[in-house]
């Protein structure tokens, strides 16, 4: 089912300036030192709190020099749970569970937590839990709310209970290595290497492969049964079959149907637009005699102002949307009807 759209409208529903969850991550950069310098403590709390999923709380409460909002900052930066996904988060588990307990498994048994902030109004926000740049220039004692991100971020993926967003199940397993301190120092410094260096690169660059991460991570909250974790589509090919044409995202249904998904936040002009112009028709041409769809996720005063290049996109896409919340819940309803 192919959703049209103008230029015009599309106009109309865009962001244009880099949204406050991106600028957020690429932020994360300068605070990449002070975490560093503080590992060694945050392995050394794991470690020692190996006699509860929880335990952590009393030896963080003796720890110098180690704050709770620093705890929970080296928790949000290992797992790549950033504020913009803490915030969607939040509302999910309050629809699904409907005890307000998590299930999780820890060392061989079902053992449970009750949160504790999931009825407060508000979302689980940078300020909120004191991990914008404002609050993490003083150290703050553990929240209700802190507690039960900490929680969440430590032993969601252990979860035995439906309903529980993919990227949780992915990302939020360091519970896992609690008193496991080889596995916890390797996890961990092999983590602060990477994100030093996506980190270190042009801010254009990072800022265009965590608008896919953003794009993907949504998608996984609003369809946690639905897979985003390929490229590639099998069978699908360039130069004459030589090597796979790949995507920015490819989408994958529980049964099996498949839609590719291309991504360009752009706030400067560049090629990139232009490249995906380009590509257009013969990737939608593809695609659909393979029986797949083909999406773009476009927004950035720099790609509007290629009017042309944008709208041969909309002419050979099969859903166009921009990067505003409700427009991915528009490519996320384009998706589930493709299912149907």
Same mark, same amino acid.
């Given at each position: 089912?192919?959703?049209?759209?103008?230029?015009?409208?599309?106009?109309?529903?865009?962001?244009?300036?880099?949204?406050?969850? %991106?600028?957020?991550?690429?932020?994360?950069?300068?605070?990449?030192?002070?975490? $560093?310098?503080?590992?060694?403590?945050?392995?050394? /709390?794991?470690? =020692?709190?190996? #006699?509860?999923?929880?335990?952590?709380?009393? @030896?963080?409460?003796?720890?110098?020099?180690?704050?709770?909002?620093?705890?929970?900052?080296?928790? /949000? @930066?290992?797992?790549?749970?950033?504020?913009?996904?803490?915030?969607? =988060?939040?509302?999910?588990?309050?629809?699904?569970?409907?005890?307000?307990?998590?299930?999780?498994?820890?060392?061989?048994? /079902?053992?449970?937590?009750?949160?504790?902030?999931?009825? &407060?109004?508000?979302?689980?926000?940078?300020?909120?839990?004191?991990?914008?740049?404002?609050?993490?220039?003083?150290?703050?004692?553990?929240?209700? +709310?802190?507690?039960? @991100?900490?929680?969440?971020?430590?032993?969601?993926?252990?979860?035995?209970?439906?309903?529980?967003?993919?990227?949780?199940?992915?990302?939020?397993?360091?519970?896992?290595?609690? #008193?496991?301190?080889?596995?916890?120092?390797?996890?961990?410094?092999?983590?602060?290497?990477?994100?030093?260096?996506?980190?270190?690169?042009?801010?254009?660059?990072?800022?265009?492969?965590?608008?896919?991460?953003?794009?993907?991570?949504?998608?996984? $909250?609003?369809?946690?049964?639905?897979?985003? !974790? !390929?490229?590639? $589509?099998?069978? $699908?090919?360039?130069?004459?079959?030589?090597?796979?044409?790949?995507?920015?995202?490819?989408?994958?249904?529980?049964?099996?149907?498949?839609?590719?998904?291309?991504?360009?936040?752009?706030?400067?002009?560049?090629?990139?637009?232009?490249?995906?112009?380009?590509?257009?028709? +013969?990737? *939608?041409?593809?695609?659909?005699?393979?029986?797949?769809?083909?999406?773009?996720?476009?927004?950035? @005063?720099?790609?509007?102002?290629? *009017?042309?290049?944008?709208?041969?996109?909309? *002419?050979?896409?099969?859903?166009?949307?921009?990067?505003?919340?409700?427009?991915?819940?528009? %490519?996320?309803?384009?998706?589930? &009807?493709?299912?149907?």
């Amino acid at each position: 089912m192919r959703s049209a759209r103008s230029y015009e409208d599309l106009k109309r529903e865009a962001v244009l300036w880099w949204p406050d969850s %991106l600028i957020e991550r690429e932020q994360n950069a300068s605070i990449i030192p002070r975490l $560093i310098e503080t590992q060694s403590k945050f392995i050394s /709390v794991l470690h =020692v709190a190996d #006699g509860s999923p929880d335990g952590w709380k009393t @030896v963080l409460r003796e720890t110098a020099n180690l704050s709770a909002n620093l705890f929970l900052k080296h928790l /949000v @930066v290992l797992a790549d749970f950033g504020g913009e996904l803490l915030k969607r =988060v939040k509302p999910v588990l309050k629809a699904n569970l409907a005890d307000r307990t998590l299930r999780y498994v820890w060392c061989g048994r /079902v053992t449970e937590y009750t949160f504790q902030s999931l009825e &407060e109004p508000g979302l689980w926000s940078n300020p909120l839990l004191y991990l914008d740049a404002k609050g993490m220039l003083a150290g703050r004692e553990l929240t209700e +709310a802190m507690e039960d @991100v900490c929680m969440l971020i430590l032993h969601g993926g252990a979860t035995v209970q439906p309903g529980i967003p993919a990227v949780v199940l992915e990302r939020c397993i360091i519970g896992s290595m609690i #008193g496991k301190r080889a596995e916890l120092n390797k996890f961990v410094r092999q983590r602060y290497i990477w994100v030093s260096r996506i980190t270190g690169g042009a801010s254009a660059n990072r800022l265009g492969h965590l608008a896919e991460d953003f794009v993907r991570e949504q998608l996984g $909250i609003l369809l946690p049964r639905w897979d985003f !974790s !390929s490229k590639r $589509i099998d069978g $699908i090919t360039q130069n004459d079959g030589r090597t796979d044409m790949t995507f920015d995202i490819v989408a994958e249904s529980p049964s099996g149907k498949y839609c590719a998904i291309e991504v360009s936040f752009q706030v400067t002009t560049n090629s990139t637009i232009e490249r995906k112009q380009g590509q257009a028709q +013969a990737r *939608q041409s593809a695609l659909h005699d393979a029986g797949h769809a083909i999406a773009y996720v476009i927004d950035g @005063v720099g790609n509007f102002e290629r *009017q042309a290049a944008l709208s041969t996109i909309c *002419q050979f896409s099969d859903c166009t949307v921009t990067f505003r919340q409700n427009e991915l819940e528009r %490519l996320a309803t384009f998706l589930q &009807e493709l299912d149907a």
